[in-house]
């Protein structure tokens, strides 16, 4: 997507993907990836998601990025973060309080010098919101940012995409496979079919939509097939 069609959905408060409760997934899933306390965790295309909170609470050092300013203000003012330290990383400025740093601009100009190493990531509407033409470049460049032997925990949907357009688009397992299998070993976790709480996606006709977990473990070299 565009960036000024994030710019603008969170101009417009079309943040309809924001949600007031840490991912069910999350708290489910996220322990069998044994990530050490005190690790830190890389949160891509993280808006002002509560997720990092609920990570944060458990002991982790949570480092974001995201494309909007607005997103980053309004995390940490309701985070009530008073004590926010703003620099400037080339073409990102980096918001820190806290366990918390979110670097903000474009995730896929993110290189593992200013990120620094982390231990373990989350996804959770970051790939799904990638049109089918960026997802190849996205999986790839977090590939590098992603050291050998970390663990992430991604969410994706699936739904009829030819009923309904995304964002959120639908992503495949044979997808997934294909964006990751040359770095990680790819693990589906959990599939529910989450429709009958979806009200806007059940207004388009479609009789389900599935969230998956999957588990992604970071090979130690390019997996050579
Ligand atoms: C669907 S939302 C998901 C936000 C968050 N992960 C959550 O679960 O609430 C996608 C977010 O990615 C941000 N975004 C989109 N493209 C981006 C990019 N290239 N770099 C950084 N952030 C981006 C958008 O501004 C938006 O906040």
């Not at 400037?88 to 918390?100: L, N, Y």
């Not at 989350?122 to 460049?141: G, T, W």
């Not at 977090?142 to 309904?164: C, D, H, N, V, W």
């Amino acid at each position: 997507m565009d960036p000024d069609f994030w710019h603008q959905r969170w101009q417009a408060r079309q943040i309809g993907f924001h949600q007031s409760a840490p991912h069910p997934f999350l708290e489910r899933w996220w322990p069998s990836l044994d990530a050490a306390a005190g690790s830190r965790v890389y949160v891509p295309l993280c808006g002002k998601s509560l997720d990092m909170v609920w990570l944060s609470v458990r002991g982790y050092r949570v480092v974001g990025s995201e494309l909007s300013s607005l997103a980053v203000e309004e995390f940490f003012g309701e985070q009530q973060r008073t004590d926010v330290q703003i620099a400037q990383h080339g073409s990102f400025h980096r918001h820190r309080a806290g366990a918390f740093e979110i670097f903000e601009g474009d995730a896929l100009q993110l290189t593992p010098e200013p990120l620094g190493p982390v231990q373990a990531a989350y996804d959770r509407a970051a790939l799904v919101a990638l049109p089918p033409s960026m997802r190849e470049r996205y999986a790839q460049h977090f590939a590098t940012l992603m050291p050998a032997g970390s663990r992430t925990l991604l969410i994706a949907f699936e739904y009829e995409q030819t009923i309904k357009d995304g964002p959120p688009f639908s992503v495949e397992p044979d997808e997934v496979q294909r964006l990751y299998r040359d770095f990680f070993r790819v693990e589906e976790l959990e599939r529910v079919d989450i429709i009958d709480e979806s009200p806007k996606f059940a207004a388009t006709g479609l009789d389900a939509l599935y969230e998956v977990a999957y588990s992604l473990t970071r090979a130690p070299r390019a997996i050579s097939r």
